[in-house]
C-alpha cells in the first residue's frame, strides 16, 4: 500500500486546511486510516481516523469540533479538514494505514511521507 499526501502549508491562525491522502495499492485489505501529527520535539499523536468500510470516525479531543476526517470511496481518498487552525497545530501531519484502528502510531503498517502544516498568529 502506498499513501501520497497532499496539502498544508503556511497559514494564519483561523483559517482552513485540507489535508489528503490517497491510498493506492492493496487496499482491499486495509481495516483504518488515520492522521497523526508530530511537532518538533513531540511524540506522533493521534487526530482523527477513519474505518475503510462503514466510515465511522474518531477524532481526538484535542481537535474535536474544529478537525473533521472523511473518505472518498470512490479514489480510496481520505481528507483531514481543519478548521479554525490554531498554532498550537503546527507540526507535520502523516496520514496512516493499517489492518487494525488504533490510536497509537505503532498500530499502523504505512506511513505517507508527511506535510508540514504552519499556522501563523
Known amino acids: 500500500v502506498q499513501l501520497e499526501e497532499s496539502g498544508g502549508g503556511l497559514v494564519q491562525a483561523g483559517d482552513s486546511v485540507r489535508l489528503s491522502c490517497a491510498a493506492s495499492?492493496?487496499?482491499?485489505?486495509?481495516?483504518?486510516m488515520a492522521w497523526f501529527r508530530q511537532a518538533p520535539g513531540q511524540e506522533r499523536d493521534f487526530v482523527a481516523g477513519?474505518?475503510?468500510?462503514?466510515?465511522?470516525?474518531t477524532i481526538a479531543d484535542s481537535v474535536k469540533g474544529r478537525f473533521t476526517i472523511s473518505k472518498d470511496d470512490a479514489t480510496d481518498t481520505v481528507s483531514l479538514e481543519m478548521n479554525s487552525v490554531r498554532p498550537e497545530d503546527t507540526a507535520v501531519y502523516y496520514c496512516?494505514?493499517?489492518?487494525?484502528?488504533?490510536?497509537?502510531?505503532?498500530?499502523?503498517?504505512?506511513w505517507g511521507q508527511g506535510t508540514q502544516v504552519t499556522v501563523s498568529s
Open positions: 477513519i474505518r475503510w468500510f462503514g466510515g465511522s470516525t
Open positions: 496512516a494505514a493499517g489492518f487494525v484502528f488504533g490510536l497509537r502510531a505503532s498500530e499502523y503498517s504505512y
Open positions: 495499492g492493496r487496499t482491499g485489505r486495509l481495516y483504518a
